[in-house]
């Protein structure tokens, strides 16, 4: 039903109405790796790591459609210090994978358009996975039929026999993951790694496009007109840390990026990025660490009083995603239907977001 009704706003223009309507209201777009491997793996299974002749059509048609410009010079325009162009996009990518720099780097540079990367600086300069990737890992390759959870409501026993009910543990343990305080997720989740009995070191190797960029490939990203922003050390929840590693991550990652690429580090992205995890608290340590600006993923477009610590997101990384579905988003018009609900049903005007899961919602 969903991709009929964005079928026929294309055959009848309406989100080229609605691109029009908004044109003076910047689009900033995440997504989080490409890969050249062909949909159907496992650790690949909601589309994170967009197939790169997928990518290829829709970065194809921003650069037609719509004017590319970096996340930088969005901030510049909520600082009141320049001038976008009708109808701008700008592309960003989360984490820090490789396949930003193998595979769609080369993509954003035939293209001539600009993006930015932002990196976990533990995946990338300590190679040590995130969080999420060690969970879909391991339960991918576990040999167990169950999992025994402890939770706060008591035990829970986590059924792992079929690809379907792992998915299903999948979605079940990050979602209890990310909503506990960060010291108590760490300790859970060495705990679920450990019940599953996988190795760290399999878990790391278990599908390759989980791999990081390296440090050293870090500036190379410039060639093609992507910058690097931070993305804490840790990729855990900014809301759920204590202070003292708060402050710490943010000072860290962004020095750690800065002494790689010889460039300022000025931008930040929340973990998650939720409306749940980010706060007046974390906007003031995003501030005092030296930051211009810092990105949600929360689904709207970027109004001109926006403010510059809380800039949206539009969250569309799915290897089912057609170029329909695509033109509309970025035009707009779902966020207007969501919107027109909400004043008729008394509902949420927008998704909750969060980077790490799925939203296939836009009404």
Known sequence: MKQAIFSISGILGVDRLFAYLNRNRPVVLVFHGVTAEKPGHFCNHEGMHLYRPIFERLMEFIANRYHPVSLSSIVDWLEGRAVLPSRAVAVTFDDGYRNVLTEAAPVL??????????????????????????????????????????????????????EGERIAAEHRLRSLLKNVPDDERRTMLEEIVASLGVDDVEATSAWPDHAPITPEELPRLFEHGVDVGSHTCTHAIVSRMRE????????????????????????????????????????????????????????????????????????????????????????????????AKARVTGGPALPRGGSWQLDGDWV
């Open 244 to 339: 003292p590693q708060m402050e710490f991550e943010l000072a860290e990652s962004r020095r750690l990026i800065e002494r790689a690429t010889g460039r300022p580090c000025t931008l930040f992205s929340y973990p998650n990025g939720s409306p749940a995890d980010f706060n007046a608290r974390t906007r003031d340590a995003v501030i005092k660490a030296g930051y211009r600006g810092a990105v949600t993923t929360i689904k709207s477009e970027v109004a001109a009083m926006q403010d510059r610590f809380e800039i949206p997101r539009c969250t569309l990384t799915h290897n089912h995603i057609t170029l329909s579905e695509f033109a509309a988003e970025v035009s707009g018009l779902p966020r207007f239907l969501r919107r």
């Open 109 to 162: 540079a035939r293209l001539d358009i600009p993006a930015t990367l932002f990196v976990a600086t533990d995946f990338v300069f300590r190679r040590e996975a995130l969080w999420p990737d060690r969970i879909t890992s391991a339960l991918y390759l576990t040999k167990q039929k169950q999992l025994s959870l402890d939770t706060n409501g008591g035990a829970e026993n986590v059924p792992l026999r079929d």
